[in-house]
């Protein structure tokens, strides 16, 4: 089975940084488009950026010039770095990807999901 794991996630004060990491591990063919999101309590889950296999990128505005998004294929891995924090920033950050891995007959293709890490940016 595939999963995805994110890692990095924490306690910061604003103005930090922190960088969260997502390692995707089984029994994958490819991953295509990788990205993050992120939801509070009581607030809908929001997009906060995505990365194609070949590099390009999306962010959400209100966390561009602050967050990058980056990954290496070779390690089936995405990382987001985040400086210059805000309490707005405080969230469950999670990760996706759509991946194609071996199956019974064949391949099959789909979404993932991590199950999330905890950012709080101190006030």
């Known amino acids: 089975q595939v999963q995805l794991v994110e890692s990095g996630g924490g306690l910061v004060q604003v103005g930090g940084s922190l960088r969260l990491s997502c390692a995707a591990s089984?029994?994958?063919?490819?991953?295509?488009?990788m990205g993050w999101y992120r939801q509070a309590p009581g607030k809908q889950r929001e997009l906060v950026a995505t990365?194609?296999?070949?590099?390009?990128?999306n962010y959400a505005d209100s966390v561009k010039g602050r967050f990058t998004i980056s990954r290496d294929n070779g390690k089936n891995m995405v990382s987001l770095q985040m400086n210059s924090l805000k309490p707005v920033d405080t969230a469950v950050y999670y990760c996706?990807?759509?991946?194609?891995?071996?199956?019974?007959?064949?391949?099959?293709?789909?979404?993932?999901w991590g199950r999330g890490t905890q950012v709080t940016v101190s006030s």
């Open positions: 990365i194609t296999r070949g590099g390009s990128t």
């Open positions: 089984g029994s994958i063919l490819s991953i295509n488009t």
């Open positions: 996706s990807a759509e991946i194609t891995s071996r199956a019974l007959y064949g391949t099959a293709k789909s979404d993932y």
